[in-house]
């Protein structure tokens, strides 16, 4: 079965790039100099940033559903460019080099799979996720920290 993982938009933090500090404060973000690689993995391009980019450092509702597993949590986006990651059956390279807890939700958005896996093992849990029916779409989560990664949709 073909996947297709996707980053986030750039254009859904457009208003916080190049932002003085205390604008980034009244949203909840700050910026972040890298100081090591891996370590800071960005989620549009869902590659860690380089050393010496900055990073924003922000809330981000990755399931805005109306439901109990409603949530959000902090995420990483590099005010330096790039393009936003979407491939088909390629896992990107900040998954690759993580431990990655990949969590199945139906149609009503509500979680019904959940597993943990080193992120080079994702292609055959998320084949084996997508391959219930009811499973309309993934969200990967990096394990140790909990953060969303990415998200997950059969392709075609």
Wanted: glycine content about 6%; proline content about 8%; some cysteine.
């Amino acid at each position: 079965m073909q996947f297709r993982i996707k980053g986030l938009s750039r254009q859904s933090f457009s208003h916080l790039i190049d932002q003085a500090p205390e604008v980034l404060r009244r949203s909840a973000a700050e910026r972040i100099t890298v100081e090591a690689s891996p370590g800071y993995p960005d989620r549009i391009t869902l590659d860690d940033a380089p050393v010496g980019e900055t990073v924003l450092l922000l809330n981000h509702m990755h399931q805005p559903a109306p439901t109990p597993f409603r949530a959000s949590h902090a995420i990483f986006v590099r005010e330096g460019g790039g393009e936003t990651f979407d491939k088909v059956n390629v896992i990107p390279p900040a998954l690759a080099r993580r431990l990655i807890a990949l969590r199945a939700f139906d149609a009503r958005d509500h979680m019904i799979d959940a597993d943990i896996v080193p992120g080079t093992e994702l292609p055959m849990l998320i084949e084996r996720m997508l391959a219930n029916p009811q499973a309309c779409y993934l969200h990967a989560h990096y394990a140790k920290w909990g953060c969303y990664a990415a998200k997950v949709t059969r392709a075609g």
